[in-house]
């Protein structure tokens, strides 16, 4: 063990790894709940999603530290599920099994771009503004979305949004989530978004707001009414729409996996001239765990930044990932516990994620018009159309417009022109 993860090069035992691990699985377990939720308003078997859930980031953690050997804990990833769900589905009204084939999609366009080196050339092409915009504008509509379902904002004819009715059991059941959420995350608590769900559960219980459910532990539900679909609607993805579809999905989980691995790395100290060490190793992982858990039934699987959580617990190597998928291998029996995640249990984790990732705004230079101005329709433009893939259409369309009327053309990137003429298109063709 020590020869193959190198522990004593990384200066680390087999017992840190195990509480690295332990502290990333708390600081992400809020998904096991979270996700099946979220894409069970698709219409999708929520038992067998959150089997999904769980073997997706079983296969996704295990794959990063053996092929990788990166303390990187992965699962479907929060923002990929609100445009699964919200979006695609919702909106443009795509079954959901097309949909999973979008992701399956992308999940191999992901592996073929990394194993033939052309992945670097991708990321370098799109400007770190609009990247951080892009993060950020999940975020506000992670937020946004989580306070919707709560009732914590209502629709009005008047003024749009309004604030709802605080006197409702639920709604100020989600409040107090948030409150004692926010209190765990200043206390820097281990998996303070996890506790906070699990203490708003609580609480509803007590005062009758959520049902008690009869039993804790079962056996594994069935995955068969998700599994396979992917492949077998694999035919249905050749239109227009599913094209956009199929780039937001990758592109999304392209600046996830990138964001979260240079952060853990730079945390680690492996971070050298510049270079991340097996970059390719941990982006073919990623996009390995993105293929399965689209077959298994959930949206794109990605590395989650949480993992920072366990590096700073004193987690080095894959051993770290290993152990955290052991962990979601060992929640597979915890199923009936889905009974009591109500919109109001997974607004706290919902508006946390949205606040951690709006951070993502103060990489953004709004000192420079021509840069601030795409970056600035990318995030209101999620939030206002209530689509991730319209903001990114609007901000990756103003971009290069932004930048030729500066002089500045020759910092555009051929694939920019490509992608802004692909949105046009988009808009005036699909939408």
């Given at each position: ?38 894409l ?22 295990v ?11 992965l ?20 079954p ?22 052309i ?14 915009a892009?993060?950020a ?8 979305l ?51 769900m ?30 396979g679909?992917?492949?077998?609607h ?13 780039l ?24 050298k001239?510049?270079?991340?060490p ?7 992982s ?78 953004i ?9 795409p970056?600035f ?12 893939a ?5 901000g ?36």
């Amino acid at each position: 063990m020590n020869r193959f993860f190198k522990l004593r090069e990384n200066k680390t035992s087999v017992r840190t790894e195990i509480l690295a691990g332990l502290t990333t699985f708390l600081s992400m377990a809020y998904v096991l709940f979270v996700n099946p939720t979220m894409l069970a308003t698709t219409g999708m078997d929520l038992h067998a999603v959150f089997v999904a859930t769980v073997l997706a980031a079983v296969v996704g953690s295990v794959v990063m530290g053996l092929v990788a050997n990166y303390p990187i804990g992965l699962a479907p990833g929060m923002g990929l599920n609100a445009f699964f769900a919200y979006t695609v589905c919702a909106q443009w009204g795509i079954p959901w099994q097309t949909a999973l084939s979008g992701v399956l999609v992308s999940g191999l366009v992901f592996i073929c771009l990394t194993l033939s080196g052309i992945r670097e050339k991708v990321i370098n092409a799109i400007p770190a503004e609009l990247k951080y915009a892009v993060g950020a504008g999940i975020g506000f509509f992670i937020a946004f979305l989580g306070l919707k379902n709560a009732g914590i904002i209502v629709g009005n004819k008047s003024t749009i949004v309004a604030l709802g009715n605080l006197h409702s059991g639920p709604v100020l059941l989600a409040v107090f989530g948030i409150v004692i959420t926010v209190i765990y995350m200043t206390l820097n608590l281990r998996g303070a978004i996890f506790l906070g769900m699990i203490t708003t559960a609580i609480i509803g219980m007590i005062f009758g707001l959520i049902a008690v459910p009869h039993q804790i532990v079962s056996g594994i539900p069935s995955i068969s009414p998700t599994f396979g679909q992917a492949i077998i609607h694999l035919s249905d993805i050749f239109t227009p729409q599913m094209l956009i579809v199929i780039l937001t999905f990758f592109f999304i989980d392209f600046f996830d996996t990138a964001g979260t691995l240079v952060a853990v790395a730079n945390q680690a100290g492996f971070v050298k001239d510049n270079k991340v060490p097996r970059a390719g190793r941990s982006l073919f992982s990623d996009s390995v765990a993105t293929v399965v858990g689209s077959i298994f039934g959930t949206s794109t699987t990605t590395s989650y930044v949480e993992s920072t959580a366990g590096v700073a617990a004193g987690g080095r190597t894959g051993l770290t990932a290993i152990v955290v998928g052991i962990c979601f291998a060992l929640s597979l029996f915890f199923s009936p516990l889905l009974g009591v995640v109500t919109s109001a249990v997974t607004t706290p984790a919902l508006v946390i994620v949205g606040i951690l990732m709006i951070g993502n705004v103060a990489h953004i230079d709004w000192s420079k018009f021509e840069t601030a101005v795409p970056a600035f329709f990318i995030v209101l433009m999620m939030v206002l159309t209530f689509s991730i893939a319209t903001g990114i259409a609007i901000g990756f369309i103003f971009y290069p417009i932004t930048m030729v009327l500066k002089g500045r053309y020759k910092e555009v990137h051929p694939l920019m022109y490509i992608m802004m003429l692909l949105f046009i298109l988009y808009f005036v063709f699909v939408v």
